[in-house]
């Protein structure tokens, strides 16, 4: 691997510093699912996946050679996610429609390329293997969580926590419980300016108890058996 290279990477990544946030003004509605642009463009192309490898070795070095993120919820696994997904977070982040100052330098298309690389690296990252061992919550609610699931969130994010592809909605199964409580309260907060607006207004009358609850069940809902990598698996694509 070019360890060499990914050090330079993150050295002038580090360099470039954060993006300006937002105007406080904006609301959540402002970014969901704007389109246009590069997320636009991205959806037409026929993707490289041995471009959307090498793009990637950007990504592995916060997300993991597996794309399996870590347990404490610093970097969400990526793995395995709808390429449409990662094709708006990412035109989002570079458009500034979603505030993430720890991932920008690394996005910008001078370090990863253009609208071709997007789905490129959006391809490759849909087909790897899902974590088989994410971080969960205690365990302690998970009845009250299983129900709260079902009465708001299988509408949009299944009953596995499959998502769907063709309306953006994002995998959440397998997800490391403490990424999801960070995204959570900053969905419920407005920090996440490019999240479902209807997402934002269902989600603030939950307690914090039941924000716990449903998100240690969501932590524990499983991908089909087909699409989980074995326990200690290690991308081979990067055994160079």
Known sequence: MRTKALTAILAAGLAFGAPALADETHTPADGWNKGGEEQDEALTLTPNLENGLYVYEVCSACHGLN???LTDGTFPQIAGQHAKVTIKQLADIRALNRDNPTMYPFAKPREIGGSQSIADVAAYIAKLPMNPEPGVGDGTDLELGAQLYADNCVKCHGDTGEGADEKFYPKIQGQHYNYLVRQYNWIKEGKRRNANPEMVEQI????????????????????????????GWVNPDFDW
């Open 67 to 69: 794309g399996w993120g």
């Open 204 to 231: 603030q009358r939950f307690t914090d108890k039941d924000t716990k609850a449903v998100l240690d069940y969501v932590s524990r809902l499983k991908p089909p058996a087909d699409k989980i990598g074995e326990p």
